[in-house]
């Protein structure tokens, strides 16, 4: 396989080889439903495309991240994909792919870097854009004053950092909402519960929960119904992903509004894989389509939803 990656020119590590091509690729844990959903979409889409996968679970670390790509440096796979659990510290390890001539495709999440020939295509959603239909949901569908706590992803993961952005911006346009209190609760659900449990004892006169994915969401639920007030009534929950469970509450009206973030991207990536290992040309942002869901929309969705 010939390449041009990342503006390197030359030929792969794997030039002269034949058969099928090998993808490294660095997941960033099993956190949330939607993790879930993106792992299986990758592996069969591997499999539909014919490209073997090696595959890692990163537990949510950057550190094990950074050792599997390391790994797969070394295996000389044709090209490596990574979902980077933060946005920052990656330039040295893809500095090494860059000189070892294996391209790299960012996944779901981007990374913080001045040098973007470090990779050569960034497929997923827009956050920031998904933080501003949050927003926005919340501005029209409320009068104030609105006493919002938010439960944040993974610190220093784009999604935890853009969807808090685009939030903020849509809300400013209303000076009686008000984020109280905003943490990090990681992406899982035992994480969204706790979190809320505080939020609860300091904060009780919350209006609104504005959790950075569903999985969060549906802990703050468990919390919610444990101090004895009704989810989706005395406290509205706008949430982001749109899994089946987070779409079930939303169906059930225990959750409010759900903004969709896209995560079957394996069909995608190995098309732009197979591209970029043959040299082809390839956008260097690819835009995952996404929509939103009221409760009435849920309810007409999910016997469809796949994940
Ligand atoms: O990067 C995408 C986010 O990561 C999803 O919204 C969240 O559920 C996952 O853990």
């Not at 040295?92 to 960012?106: D, G, S, T």
């Not at 505080?198 to 919350?206: I, K, M, N, T």
Request: with cysteine; charged share 30%; proline share 4%.
């Amino acid at each position: 396989a010939t390449l041009t990656a990342c503006g390197s020119g030359g030929t792969s590590a794997k030039d002269g080889d034949s058969g099928e091509l090998t993808m490294g690729f660095a997941q960033v844990g099993a956190e949330s439903g939607w993790r879930t959903a993106n792992t299986k979409s990758i592996q069969q889409s591997a499999k539909t495309a014919g490209i073997e996968l090696k595959f890692s679970d990163a537990q949510q670390k950057q550190e094990n991240q950074i050792k599997a790509i390391r790994s797969y440096i070394q295996q000389k796979v044709d090209v490596i994909a990574f979902s980077p659990v933060v946005e920052t510290g990656w330039d040295a390890v893809l500095l090494e792919a860059k000189r070892a001539r294996i391209p790299v495709i960012l996944t779901d999440r981007a990374v913080d870097s001045d040098d973007d020939t470090l990779y050569e295509t960034f497929l997923g959603s827009d956050f920031v854009e998904e933080g501003e239909k949050a927003g926005e949901w919340l501005v029209q569908n409320t009068e104030g004053p609105v006493n919002v706590v938010e439960l944040q992803g993974t610190t220093g993961a784009a999604p935890a950092i853009d969807r808090k952005k685009g939030f903020e911006e849509k809300i400013a346009a209303r000076p009686d909402i008000k984020i109280k209190a905003s943490q990090s609760g990681d992406f899982t659900r035992s994480g969204g519960k706790q979190v809320m449990e505080a939020f609860l004892r300091s904060h009780p006169d919350v209006d609104v929960v504005y959790a950075h994915n569903d999985d969060m969401g549906l802990g703050a639920i468990e919390a919610i119904k444990a101090a004895g007030k009704k989810p989706g009534e005395d406290i509205k929950i706008i949430t982001v992903d749109a899994v089946k469970d987070g779409m079930q509450a939303l169906a059930d009206g225990e959750i409010n509004y759900i903004v969709e973030c896209n995560p079957l991207l394996g069909d995608q990536l190995m098309e732009l894989a197979k591209k970029v290992v043959d040299g082809e040309k390839v956008p260097k942002r690819v835009v995952t389509e996404e929509t939103t869901f009221t409760p009435e929309q849920a309810k007409k969705a999910l016997p469809d939803r796949q994940y």
